[in-house]
């Protein structure tokens, strides 16, 4: 880890001058603060003081960041961990890094300087580097819902590949066969591997992938009614689809609304994640229900057993989903 010292020769200012751009105390010219703030960056320097914190006291508190707070997946899988952390005396920051690498890396700057005991991320990508903050800082760690490759680390995850294969086979079951899937951002672990498990259904039903039926956006409402626009210009049109989240699958609905088209009369839509206001939704929608809830207290139990025991091996939990038949197929 970086000292102060080295902060300031590679600035090539005093220690003192990095001291007072750390706390904004004192006159530093715009020039020397942007050199500081600068080598601050490059040498991904936390401030001794607080490094020392996080190795020998102990502040009670946690960082959750999660990427997108308004969807109800993730709000649910909040509530149980900071549940879980209640109950073994634990506070917990919640962080939204709206799936933005740069968002995160500021977000776990601000929990390293509050002297954070551990860390449950959902990555904003699949980049290792996005984690390199907390690996040298030696801050223990629990990843949920997205793998990253390289990282060797605490992680709990639903069964996306397989929630995707239900989906989609229940989506043959009613007769589909010309199904479309709507999905995430391409190297998100999650997105990836429910576009593996929607075409693993196909091709085990003998029907060939059509690529014009797969479109890939970001895990945002207006991704998914721009991506289910494009669909609609396909034809023949698709006779169901497959939405990678709820969010994406509330897009969708509001596109076949616009051209006027009914569901599931007209098109079946089913998609991963359920939506506690469900019933708000004309039609209700089939989904691949993942257990939010205990997604957060098992990363939440990982992280406290780390914090126990630094040197255990890291454990993978991967949780089931449950296929819930509703109305929109």
């Not at 630094?310 to 038949?325: G, H, N, S």
């Amino acid at each position: 880890m970086a000292t102060i010292r080295e902060v300031a020769r590679k600035a090539g200012v005093a220690a003192i001058t990095v001291s007072r751009v750390i706390n904004r105390s004192g006159y530093v010219s715009d020039e020397t603060r942007q050199r500081v703030e600068q080598a601050i960056a490059e040498l991904d320097y936390v401030p001794n003081v607080l490094a020392r914190g996080l190795r020998s006291s102990r502040t009670h508190t946690l960082g959750l960041l999660v990427t997108d707070i308004t969807n109800a997946f993730w709000t649910t899988v909040a509530r149980g961990a900071e549940d879980a952390a209640v109950r073994s005396g634990y506070s917990v920051f919640l962080c939204n890094t709206d799936e933005s690498a740069s968002k995160q890396e500021q977000y776990l700057r601000a929990l390293l300087s509050h002297r954070v005991e551990g860390v449950i991320i959902a990555p904003a990508s699949s980049d290792r580097s996005a984690l390199t903050a907390l690996e040298r800082a030696r801050l223990p760690f629990v990843i949920v819902d997205r793998r990253v490759p390289g990282v060797d680390a605490d992680l709990v995850l639903g069964d996306s590949l397989g929630g995707a294969r239900m989906l989609v086979e229940h989506l043959l079951a009613r007769g589909h066969r010309r199904i479309a899937h709507i999905g995430g951002p391409v190297g998100v672990s999650t997105a990836d591997d429910r576009e593996q498990g929607y075409r693993e259904a196909l091709m085990a039903a003998g029907i060939e992938v059509d690529p014009d039926l797969v479109q890939r956006g970001d895990y945002k409402l207006e991704s998914g009614r721009r991506l289910m626009r494009q669909l609609l210009e396909r034809s023949p049109l698709p006779t169901a689809v497959f939405a990678a989240n709820n969010v994406l699958a509330v897009g969708a609905l509001a596109a076949l609304q616009e051209r006027g088209l009914r569901v599931p009369e007209d098109m079946a839509l089913v998609c991963f994640d359920d939506l506690p206001q469900a019933s708000l939704i004309d039609p209700f929608l089939t989904v691949a229900a993942q257990p939010a809830y205990d997604l957060g207290a098992t990363a939440l139990r990982l992280l406290l057993a780390r914090l126990a025991d630094p040197y255990r091996p890291p454990e993978t939990v991967m949780l089931p989903v449950q296929l819930v038949v509703r109305r929109s197929s």
